[in-house]
Structures are given as structure tokens and as C-alpha cells.
Nanobody
Framework: VQLQASGGGLVQSGDSLRLSCAAS????????MGWFRQAPGKERELVAV????????TYADSLKGRFTISRDKARNTLYLQMNNLKPEDTAVYYC??????????????WGQGTQVTVSS
């Protein structure tokens, strides 16, 4: 599975951004896809994931209500809509795919990452 993330940038606090992740390859075998992020000096954390089997979605508790994950099946593209961005959302955002499940350690395929910087 090949993943290409895009849509990051420099925004101000309170702005919105939509990230995109185009998938290709063994997409028919994908169990779930999701977004993760890593801020400087911090470990990578799960942002949101969506099951391609039953459309079930899981979000980081701290991001519920501001971030929305969605998928365009026809375009084979995953999205992350981020609203009311805060400086603490600054990170490199990665899309990932799993052929096995939805647990954070089950994601084996990763995109290159897209930088999101939120200024105060």
C-alpha cells in the first residue's frame, strides 16, 4: 500500500485545514486507515482511525469535536478535517494503513508526513 499525504501548512490559531491521503496498491486488503501525528520532542500519537470494514471511527479523546476523519471510497482518499486549530496541534501528520485491525501498533504502511504549524 502506497500512501501520499498532503494539505499541511502554516495557519493561525482558530483556522481550519483539511489533510488528504491518497492510497494505492493493495487497497482492497486494507482493514483500516488513520491519521497519527508527532510533535517535536514527543512520541507519535493516534489522531483518528476508520475501519474500512464497518466504518467505525475512533478519535483521540482530546480531539473529539474538532477533528473529523472521513473517506472517499471512489477516490480512494482519506481525509482529516481539522477545525479550531490550536498551537498544540503543531506536528507532522502521517496517514497510515493497516491490513490487520485498528490498534495503533497494527499500522504497517505509512505516508511521508505533512507538516501542520499553528501560530498563536
Amino acid at each position: 500500500v502506497q500512501l501520499q499525504a498532503s494539505g499541511g501548512g502554516l495557519v493561525q490559531s482558530g483556522d481550519s485545514l483539511r489533510l488528504s491521503c491518497a492510497a494505492s496498491g493493495r487497497d482492497s486488503s486494507v482493514y483500516s486507515m488513520g491519521w497519527f501525528r508527532q510533535a517535536p520532542g514527543k512520541e507519535r500519537e493516534l489522531v483518528a482511525v476508520e475501519s474500512y470494514r464497518d466504518r467505525r471511527k475512533t478519535y483521540a479523546d482530546s480531539l473529539k469535536g474538532r477533528f473529523t476523519i472521513s473517506r472517499d471510497k471512489a477516490r480512494n482518499t482519506l481525509y482529516l478535517q481539522m477545525n479550531n486549530l490550536k498551537p498544540e496541534d503543531t506536528a507532522v501528520y502521517y496517514c497510515a494503513a493497516s491490513l490487520r485491525g485498528m490498534w495503533a501498533d497494527q499500522y504497517d504502511y505509512w505516508g511521508q508526513g505533512t507538516q501542520v504549524t499553528v501560530s498563536s
